[in-house]
């Protein structure tokens, strides 16, 4: 089982004094949420692993932008565990992909993790548990993969999210308005040009 992982966030950002909280990414996740329906909530992370997923095929794009794209993936994956409660998984290798590209990979895990999702939130079928979690599972070593592949670790890129999404929602609460605004990306946070 992975252990938790843990990022550490600027909650107060006083240039003389600021203050720093260490949270577990799981609870951080947790208190990003918009505070919809459950069948809502999960239309949203699954629409949003899927979108995600797509950015990491843009070509020719920077280290950083990877970086980004696979911290904004695992947020939504990251959702979809908590809203299932699925806190016990292992990355398990899923023997069928072996020899195909890893970026694929993801791509059809993923598509097979929110069919089952759908079934339950759309066709209110019973939710096959022990598919969902092999299927977390699977998402979780090639996740771990990637994260080789691009030069980095499963623990940096989350604390490169958690960065990111603490400048975005001040307060870590969630509102359309800062959504749309993405002060992470414009300075409006702390009052400089983001690059």
């Known amino acids: 089982m992975n252990p938790p992982i843990f990022v550490s966030i600027i909650t107060k950002k006083d240039p003389d004094y600021p203050i720093t ?3 577990r990414y799981d609870k951080f996740v947790r208190k990003l949420l918009k505070g919809e329906s459950a069948n809502q909530e ?7 692993m899927l979108g995600e997923v797509a950015e990491l095929f843009e070509p020719d794009q920077s280290r950083s932008y990877y970086l980004k794209e696979l911290g904004d993936f695992y947020f939504y994956f990251q959702c979809g565990l908590n809203h299932y409660r699925l806190d016990k998984i292992t990355p398990v290798l899923d023997v069928q992909t072996l020899g195909q590209d890893i970026h694929r990979i993801l791509l059809v895990q993923v598509g097979q993790f929110t069919d089952l999702v759908k079934k339950d939130v759309v066709y209110n079928k019973p939710l096959d548990t022990a598919a969902l979690h092999m299927k977390a ?27 990111k999404l603490a400048d975005r929602y001040i307060g870590l609460t969630y509102s359309d308005q800062a959504a749309q605004t993405r002060a992470d990306e414009t300075g409006e946070s702390d009052g400089t040009q983001k690059r």
């Open 21 to 23: 909280e260490t949270i």
């Open 42 to 48: 999960a239309r949203h992370w699954a629409l949003g």
């Open 137 to 163: 599972c699977h998402i979780l070593h090639t996740f771990n993969q990637l994260c080789k592949y691009h030069g980095t670790y499963i623990g940096d890129v989350l604390q490169l999210n958690a960065e």
